[in-house]
Structure formats: structure tokens, C-alpha cells
């Protein structure tokens, strides 16, 4: 257990619907980050959030948005789901932006649209 | 960010050192190297991370070239469960500053183990 929490695990749903993925960072660490892994793509970022602000984003679709509430946790929503949408995401965690202790990821939750 | 060369994949036997390269000829006197791994179906894991000087730590060691152009990562005994894909990245301490927080991860290396 990396400390860093995805929820589902598994998730199947049709195109064009929405879906929210949701990820607890490790106690302490104040930056959450997203990524996805497809097949063909390897890992790409999507966008970081430190401190419930956004602080940079990646290749993320208009259809992609995120979010980091006061408790730190964070979700990433995905709507009007096409085929390719299907992939791993994966979360991650990090004590500060302004020092490097390592990026802590979660186990990912695995999106296939259908 | 600087880009990172690795070989596709790599083969070690077990209980055997393992040296993984990583070329980086772009790289500048700011850039840190940093290795990620990637064991099947889970999310990548740090490794090991340095700037200059050889490093070392419980999970491996990194040897830097002295003109910071390549380096590698040392696994002193491989194990069954150290099979993963490896990643060697490029990132500018500058980006430490808030700027730019995210991690870009290449093709890595495929490393399998043998029994």
C-alpha cells in the first residue's frame, strides 16, 4: 500500500457517459497529480493540484476536469466518454511543489468504455 | 525537459547486478536525474534521484558520468520481483519553484528477470 488511495478500481461504462475518479493523497502531501496510461500513449500528465489550486496542466481534454477540495482529495471527472478514453489512471502525490521527495502513485483505476 | 535515451529491454538472471543506461546529452546543470519503475499493473514507484555525485539508497544505486551525459541505475541483486518497466527522467530543479510540478515519463526499459 503506497498511502496513495484510488477509487474504483475497475470501472466499465458506455460512451458518451460521465464518470468521476476519485484519489486520497498520502497524509501530508499537499500536491496531487494525474496521469493516464494507455496502450499507445505510455503515461501522459494531465494536470497537478497543490493545495486545491491548480498549478499545471498536461495533455488534458476539454472533456477532462479536476478538482482538489479542502480535505486534499482529489477527483477527476471524465464526461461524453469516447473508446478511447479507455486506460489506466493513475494519481499521485507529493509532499511540496518547491522540494523533491518523490511522487507517491496509487494503483490506478482502470477505465474501459464500451 | 531534456529528453532521455534507454534501451526497449533489458534481460538479467536472478541474484545477479543489473546495470540499466540512460543517455542524456542535453542534459543542463540544473536538470536532476530521477528513476521511476513500473512493476506490472501497478503505478510507478521512485526509485533513486540525484544531481552530480553517485547515489545510493536501500533500493539502488545511481552512477553518474562525470560530464552528467549518461548515467545508470545498479540494481546490486536482481530479483524476481524487480521485472518492471524503468524510467529515467529528466527534471529542472527550477520546477521545484511550483511552476511545473508533473513528471514526463518516456518508453523506459523493460526489465525481466530470469529464475
Known amino acids: 500500500d503506497s498511502g496513495v488511495t484510488q477509487t474504483p478500481k475497475h470501472l466499465i461504462t458506455a460512451t458518451g457517459q460521465r464518470v468521476t475518479l476519485r484519489c486520497s493523497p498520502r497524509s501530508g502531501d499537499l500536491s496531487v497529480y494525474w496521469y493516464q496510461q494507455s496502450l499507445d500513449q505510455g503515461l501522459q500528465f494531465l494536470i497537478q493540484y497543490y493545495n486545491g489550486e491548480e498549478r499545471a496542466k498536461g495533455n488534458i481534454l476539454e472533456r477532462f476536469s479536476a478538482q482538489q477540495f479542502p480535505d486534499l482529495h482529489s477527483e477527476l471527472n471524465l464526461s461524453s466518454l469516447e473508446l478511447g478514453d479507455s486506460a489506466l489512471y493513475f494519481c499521485a502525490s507529493s509532499v511540496a511543489v518547491d522540494r523533491y521527495y518523490g511522487y507517491t502513485f496509487g494503483s490506478g483505476t482502470r477505465l474501459t468504455v464500451v | 525537459d531534456a529528453k532521455t535515451t534507454q534501451p526497449n529491454s533489458m534481460e538479467s538472471n536472478e541474484e545477479e547486478p543489473v546495470h540499466l543506461p540512460c543517455n542524456h546529452s542535453t542534459i543542463s546543470g540544473t536538470d536532476y536525474i530521477h528513476w521511476y519503475r513500473q512493476l506490472p499493473s501497478q503505478g510507478p514507484e521512485y526509485v533513486i534521484h540525484g544531481l552530480t555525485s553517485n547515489v545510493n539508497n536501500r533500493m539502488a544505486s545511481l552512477a553518474i558520468a562525470e560530464d552528467r551525459k549518461s548515467s545508470t541505475l545498479i540494481l546490486h541483486r536482481a530479483t524476481l520481483r524487480d521485472a518492471a518497466v524503468y524510467y529515467c527522467?529528466?527534471?529542472?530543479?527550477?520546477?521545484?519553484?511550483?511552476?511545473?510540478?508533473?513528471?514526463?515519463f518516456g518508453k523506459g526499459t523493460k526489465l525481466s528477470v530470469k529464475p
Open positions: 527522467i529528466l527534471r529542472d530543479k527550477v520546477d521545484y519553484g511550483g511552476s511545473q510540478g508533473n513528471l514526463i
